[in-house]
């Protein structure tokens, strides 16, 4: 009897990576395993003078790398006693990004070297940094003006999450370690260029996801930013063009192969073939069924809305997306990605910062708890969920979260379901964007640890959309794409799939429950959304004019009408 093969996802996350063994033939996931990065505060570097600085240290992502590896065969082992690590046919890596990394002509991160150990601007840059805010308004202004069709493809605003305006930063504020830097590479790279014994930053095959969605490659115009353009915004960025890359690769094909030297330290069998790599949404969509029609949504501490559409049919360019990506999620169709800076990270902030009603009555269990009780409408507040800036579809990281409608009797668990509650305006927001340029969304599909667990949450989804939301099957839908991205990478000849679509036919589903809109609740939210939308325009655009005298008295109303009717 024929074996059945198993495939190897391997998701780094923002505090910690996980690793997930899976059945490619039914979707059975036979084992996962998490380990937390070690370094600063829950694995990320801060500066307490810069709220918007977040680094990483790489040595983290090595370490958690062996452990969760070796901890997610043992756990194989002991669910299937005949489990042999020689039946995994590929493997698949999805990261955090943009999260690029400064590296030496060997590819070597510059924070391994003893000069550069403790410099944070030698760390990776972690996705949620936006120290780099004056950068990407300059790279903005000048495509504006040189390049518009740069900025047509990544929503019309370069942002500070994003690939050459944090490398600028460094250039701008750090010229030793700039200097130093033979090359910069994303982390989605990095992992699998490590793992496949190419780390020459100009030989390893660099991510189309990353390329397309962060750094403004397109085949279109020769793939990353002219020479000259980069050099505009400083010399030593136009030079430094030359020692990035030239090609970007989708995740059908093969990043290279395991060595024997990370086969012997993962306890994996050598040439396993690794698929290039994504970024953690793009493959979190894959592991989530995404296919015309289906938009994703990651829950997480930020989110990400993931849609995609043929390649061959006419697509608009959409105005406040963070990019239009030939390949980037599903190969043979464009894929889409919009998303919010802070989600879970708000609700993080309440309880850890404001700590309101102290650790018992202020954690999230009971806050939920309390504000499940709580009517639509019926505390009297709306919230901007702009705490970390606006991803989408302002793209504007200067932008700050908003709490209107507090009085003297304002509970701690009415904030907390304000805040949810602006959160889902921002998603309706995003969905709204998307089908005003004809990108229809006929079902949502949810994932990740919030979608998993805060089931009060995805009712107010519901409700404020009105839309069914359903939820996906896995709970680790990002390393479960990361594990088809292997299946598909190893090919028919190995046991695996020739395109994504078959193998995310046998290996992804969804739960029998879902979240479906009550009709009276929606209404309500009809009318806060409407007070929402004029806050929105109000402080996140120059071009809004108007009167704003209506919005507490209009808040107010809501409030003494639902109150009266519970």
Known sequence: MKKKPFALGLDFGTNSVRALIVNIQNGHELAAAVCDYESGRDGILLDPHDPNLARQNPADYIKALETVTRSVLAAARKAEKSFDPGRIIGLGVDTTGSTPIPVDQTGTPLAWQKKFKRNLNAQAWLWKDHTSYSEASAITELAASEHPEYLAKCGGTYSSEWFFSKILHCLRTDREVFDAAF???????????????????LRMKRSRCAAGHKAMYNDAWGGLPAEDFLAKLDPALGE??????????????????????????????????????????????????????????????????????????????????????????????????????AVGDIFNWFVSYIQPGGPKKGSHRSLTARAAKLRPGQSGLLAL???????????????????????????????????????????????????????????????GGIAEKNALLMQIYADVTGREIKVARSAQTCALGAAIAGSVAAGKARGGYETFEQAQAAMCGVKRESYKPDRRNHAVYQDLYRLYAQLHDAFGTKSWSGNMSNVMKELLAIRDRERKAS
Request: net charge negative; glycine share 12%; charged share 20%.
């Open 240 to 341: 430094l063009r030359r020692r990035l890359y030239s090609r970007s690769h989708t995740s059908d094909e093969i990043a290279g192969y395991l060595t024997p030297h990370w086969a012997g330290r993962l306890g994996l069998p050598p040439g396993i073939p690794i698929a290039v790599g994504a970024f953690d949404a793009h493959f979190g969509a894959v592991g989530s069924g995404v296919a015309p029609g289906r938009l994703v949504k990651i829950i997480g501490t930020s989110t990400c809305d993931i849609a995609v559409w043929p390649s061959d049919k006419p697509l608009p360019d959409i105005p406040g997306l963070c990019g239009i990506v030939d390949g980037s999620v599903l190969p043979g169709y464009y894929g889409l990605e919009a998303g919010q800076s």
């Open 385 to 447: 969920d702009w705490n970390h800036g606006n991803r989408t579809i302002l793209v504007d990281q200067r932008l700050t979260g908003l709490l209107l409608g507090q009085t003297l009797l304002t509970t701690p668990e009415e904030i907390y379901r304000a805040l949810i509650e602006a959160t889902a305006f921002g998603s309706l927001t995003i969905i709204r964007r998307f089908e005003e340029y004809g990108v229809k969304i006929s079902e949502i599909v949810s994932c």
């Open 183 to 201: 090359s910069w590479v994303e982390c989605c790279d990095f992992i699998p260029g490590l793992l496949a014994g190419i780390t020459d930053p």
